[in-house]
């Protein structure tokens, strides 16, 4: 084991967009500069929104380039002058120039690739595009090469080995993480939208990239099923290709006055935790970071049960109901049942022993062969 005051772990991202995978890796950031390791995120594009949301402690590195592939060059250069441990590295465009570069040293660097997503599902829907073939290629060609594949759950994992045939011994199962504190922290507050201001009716909510897999039009069909039964309002947060299509169908059900898409906001928490219902209507996911994040605010949760990560967050359907993909009916049904849910919401403690980032980082550093940090359940 290395001794974390010895050590300097880099986190390859692509840019600080806000999205899922970003916050993750903010987080693990200022988890492992708290537990001691050195930290640089190293960034394929640099982006300052949030910039401030890292540990003063974390060196931003930016290498200043305009996409994955011509961020090989700065990113040996790098390596070469930090001499990093370990190179964390998210996202299949990041992931492929990480073990490239590695090669390139002679595998002076372990490299260590998370992948999002689940693989085979990614391949099928994206496999009209050029660009998506050729990283499916270089994905098969390459992870088996990193020193370990990172999956968020255990359905990725088997993905992974099913699909692309890496050796399970070379796969680590290590789910994401939250800071339960600081989400809570932010869940409270007031929310300047007509639908929270002297909320009368109860309001749905999704978030997430406005998208074909995340399968919003779904939920807006469900919506109206809901609606047949009794009043309710639909927010669905989020900006995206999709955003024409679904005001169009929005405007072709006639609930332009029931259903808002108010576009990315600073702080969703917020509105996850005055929602009543939070649903996830996605094709296919690795590891939803958002359904856990509406289980820590306390809100209650219909997911999918798509593959992967719904059905390993919700315990099988205890924290939450599961429905099959793109079944309208199954989805109204048990938002309406979740609507009229009074039961207890599901206890903290349990999510937290689990998903809190202090437990995640200790993974982290147990899986890169580091001295385990102290886990705080945060």
């Keep these: 084991m290395v001794n974390p005051v010895q050590s300097k772990i880099a986190l390859l991202l692509p840019n600080l967009d806000g999205g899922g995978?970003?916050?993750?890796?903010?987080?693990?950031?200022?988890?492992?500069?708290?537990?001691?390791?050195?930290?640089?995120?190293?960034?394929?594009?640099?982006d300052n929104a949030s910039v401030r949301m890292l540990?003063?402690?974390?060196?931003?590195?930016?290498?200043?380039?305009?996409?994955?592939?011509?961020?090989?060059?700065?990113?040996?250069?790098?390596?070469?002058?930090?001499?990093?441990t370990a190179l964390i590295a998210t996202s299949v465009h990041v992931n492929v120039v990480a073990i490239i570069a590695s090669l390139t040293l002679r595998n002076s660097?372990?490299?260590?690739?998370?992948?999002?997503?689940?693989?085979?599902?990614?391949?099928?829907?994206?496999?009209?595009?050029?660009?998506?073939k050729i990283l499916s290629v270089l994905r098969?060609?390459?992870?088996?090469?990193?020193?370990?594949?990172?999956?968020?759950?255990?359905?990725?994992?088997?993905?992974?080995?099913?699909?692309?045939?890496?050796?399970?011994?070379?796969?680590?199962?290590?789910?994401?993480?939250?800071?339960?504190?600081l989400i809570l922290e932010k869940a409270i507050g007031s929310i300047d939208h007509p639908f929270f201001l002297n909320q009368t009716d109860p309001v749905i909510i999704g978030v997430g990239r406005l998208s074909a897999?995340?399968?919003?039009?779904?939920?807006?069909?469900?919506f109206r099923q809901v609606l047949l039964q009794r009043p309710a309002r639909l927010v669905i947060l989020g900006e995206g290709a999709l955003r024409d299509e679904l005001e169009d169908l929005i405007r072709v059900l006639g609930v332009e006055g029931r259903v808002a898409l108010p576009g990315v906001?600073?702080?969703?928490?917020?509105?996850?935790?005055?929602?009543?219902?939070?649903v996830l209507s996605s094709l296919y996911e690795g590891f939803p970071n958002?359904?856990?994040?509406?289980?820590?605010?306390?809100?209650?949760?219909?997911a999918t049960d798509c593959q992967s990560g719904p059905r390993e967050i919700l315990a099988g359907g205890r924290y939450g109901a599961l429905v099959s993909v793109g079944d309208v009916e199954a989805m109204s049904s048990a938002i309406i049942a979740a609507?009229?849910?009074?039961?207890?919401?599901?206890?903290?403690?349990?999510?937290?022993?689990?998903?809190?980032?202090?437990?995640?980082?200790?993974?982290?550093?147990?899986a890169l062969g580091m001295a385990e940090p102290v886990p705080s359940h945060n």
Excluded at 55 to 84: C, E, F, H, T, W
Excluded at 147 to 173: E, T, W
Excluded at 290 to 302: C, D, K, Q, S
């Design 21 to 46: 995978a970003g916050i993750f890796v903010i987080g693990l950031a200022n988890q492992l500069a708290m537990d001691g390791f050195s930290v640089d995120l190293v960034l394929v594009g640099y």
């Design 55 to 84: 540990d003063g402690r974390i060196r931003i590195i930016n290498l200043n380039s305009r996409g994955a592939l011509l961020a090989l060059i700065p990113l040996v250069r790098y390596l070469k002058q930090a001499r990093p």
């Design 109 to 132: 660097v372990r490299v260590y690739v998370r992948e999002t997503t689940t693989p085979s599902k990614d391949d099928q829907f994206k496999k009209k595009h050029i660009k998506a």
């Design 140 to 181: 098969r060609w390459l992870y088996p090469l990193a020193n370990k594949v990172i999956a968020p759950s255990h359905g990725v994992a088997d993905d992974l080995s099913n699909y692309l045939n890496i050796p399970r011994k070379n796969i680590a199962v290590i789910p994401n993480g939250l800071n339960f504190d």
């Design 213 to 222: 897999e995340k399968d919003f039009k779904t939920l807006i069909h469900a």
């Design 265 to 278: 906001v600073d702080n969703p928490y917020k509105y996850m935790h005055r929602a009543s219902v939070f």
């Design 290 to 302: 958002v359904l856990l994040e509406a289980l820590a605010v306390g809100t209650h949760v219909v």
């Design 339 to 366: 609507l009229d849910d009074k039961s207890e919401k599901p206890a903290l403690n349990a999510l937290r022993e689990h998903y809190g980032i202090g437990h995640v980082a200790s993974n982290y550093a147990k």
